[in-house]
């Protein structure tokens, strides 16, 4: 992932690029909704050799058209977001309480 260059890496082939900076601002909670998406996706291996050898068969590689497609579109929510957002603080004669 790299905020700056509004990218991200899906697999050493395979990047998203072109990724506004609004749609990084949009946060749910502590984390932007892309950085959601990208931990809920990641691969992890159970820590239980049991669990690992019987349950053990996600593979990032195989979901990396679907997770690309989920991204775009949670890129288009998050920026629609923030346009509305920023809409709104605009025309509000209160200011946000940090």
């Known amino acids: 992932v790299s ?8 697999t050493d082939a395979e990047a998203l690029t072109g990724i506004p900076a609004e749609a990084w601002r ?12 990208l931990d809920q996706y990641k691969e992890c291996t159970p820590k239980d050799p049991t669990i690992r050898a019987q349950f053990d068969t996600y593979r990032f590689a195989d979901h990396v ?7 775009a579109r949670v890129c288009t929510v998050s920026v629609e977001t923030m346009r509305i957002v920023d809409a709104l603080a605009a025309q509000s004669p209160l200011q946000p309480s940090n």
């Open 65 to 71: 058209e679907a997770v690309a497609d989920l991204l």
């Open 26 to 37: 949009y946060r749910l909670g502590n984390r932007s909704a892309l950085e959601w998406v």
């Open 3 to 10: 905020l700056e260059a509004g990218s991200i890496m899906l």
